[in-house]
């Protein structure tokens, strides 16, 4: 098979666990780099030995030579830059979240479909090991017919000190963090026909909600809670760990701190350790999140050498993109919203 080249654009925080893990990916490398801060550029490229470097992203492709581009920035550039791979018939990997409003999602899903061009989005919550190993569990049916779930990250961790842009925007947890939370929701029980949300500013620093709580109605009868916290100050931190309850028809599957992973179903109880691989260049506690961008990244190269469609594809994550919204729209009204009526 012959190596991918990709190209990235955006050489900020998050961005270097990606080209970390595309070292790591076979049949797949990093050839062209993009940022408008010229510092950042040089530290990148030097980190990482690339040598074409750009801070205009309309220059890179325009000389081209790469197989696809990985879109690592914020989410304001998001609709311009999946346009500008579309136009030049480049398959895009984009960042969540992944676009600033649903439509600009639909019509980047639209542009890149009408275009014949592949599209994910960088959804790598769903990727981490622990959350695959319960997928796993699920399927294989020994739990029976789920039909109520809790999917929780409550933390009291600082995360506004890598990223204090995070603490400026009217939009926090919810756009940041419940989006992967409501993301595995939806990978776990299916899609969701209602939704109703109620969130909370604790941080008095912030601007946006630091916490919420969300009550999903599935396509399949199942409800589901998804809560999300930033404020919660608890004995033994658990960031960055996604904590899971799931009952279904012929037992149950608890995902709990420390990687624990209890299934009870009609032959008994076992209780496993599915904790994630610790990578060369990951660093505790990130490496869940780390070990999941190798793992999303992998699925990338190797759906676009099969010719594939990724499972956090465009058109995918429209479904979780409408949660997030649905969950800001019934805050604010105090009402359960529609979700399938926003997707029409």
């Known amino acids: 098979m012959a190596e991918l080249n ?7 925080f998050f961005a270097i666990n990606q080209m970390h893990a595309w070292q790591d990916v076979p049949g797949a490398r990093i050839v062209a780099i993009c940022d408008r801060d010229p510092e950042r550029l040089r530290i990148v490229g030097d980190q990482f030995g690339i040598e074409r470097r750009y801070s205009d992203a309309a220059a890179m492709f325009a000389d081209g030579g790469f197989d696809f581009v990985d879109i690592a920035t914020t989410v304001q550039s998001h609709r311009a830059l999946v346009e500008m791979a579309a136009a030049h018939k480049v398959p895009a990997i984009c960042q969540k979240p992944f676009a600033k409003t649903l439509d600009d999602a639909k019509s980047m899903v639209k542009t890149c479909a009408e275009a014949g061009v592949p599209l994910m989005v960088h959804e790598n919550f769903r990727w981490q090991t622990p959350i695959q190993e319960v997928k796993k569990v699920l399927e294989a049916g020994v739990i029976g017919e789920p039909f109520w779930a809790r999917f ?3 933390s009291g961790y600082d995360v506004f000190s890598g990223q204090p842009y995070l603490a400026e925007g009217e939009r926090f947890i919810i756009e940041d963090l419940g989006i992967h939370t409501l993301d595995i929701a939806r990978y776990i029980m299916g899609d969701v ?13 912030i601007k946006g909600e630091d916490v919420a709580t969300m009550l999903l109605d599935h396509e399949s009868g199942a409800t589901s809670i998804v809560d999300v916290s930033y404020a919660s100050k608890l004995s033994t931190e658990p960031f960055p760990e996604t904590l899971i309850e799931l009952d279904g028809t012929k037992g149950s599957i608890r995902l709990s701190q420390g990687y624990r992973l209890e299934v009870t179903g009609p032959e008994g109880t076992t209780v496993t350790d599915v904790s994630p691989k610790l990578l060369s260049w990951a660093s505790r506690p990130w490496h869940n999140i780390q070990e999941s961008v190798f793992a999303i990244q992998q699925h990338w190269a190797d759906s676009l050498a099969a010719g594939s469609e990724t499972s ?3 058109a995918d ?3 979780t993109f409408a949660l997030v919204e649905a969950a800001y729209d019934s805050a604010a009204s105090g009402q359960t919203v ?7």
Request: one cysteine or more; a positive charge.
């Open 152 to 154: 929780s990250f409550r």
């Open 312 to 314: 956090t594809s465009g």
């Open 193 to 205: 026909r209602q939704l109703s949300a109620r969130t909370k500013r604790v941080n008095p620093k």
């Open 6 to 12: 990709g190209a990235l654009i955006g050489c900020g």
């Open 338 to 344: 529609d979700v399938e009526a926003m997707l029409r």
């Open 317 to 319: 994550n429209l479904k």
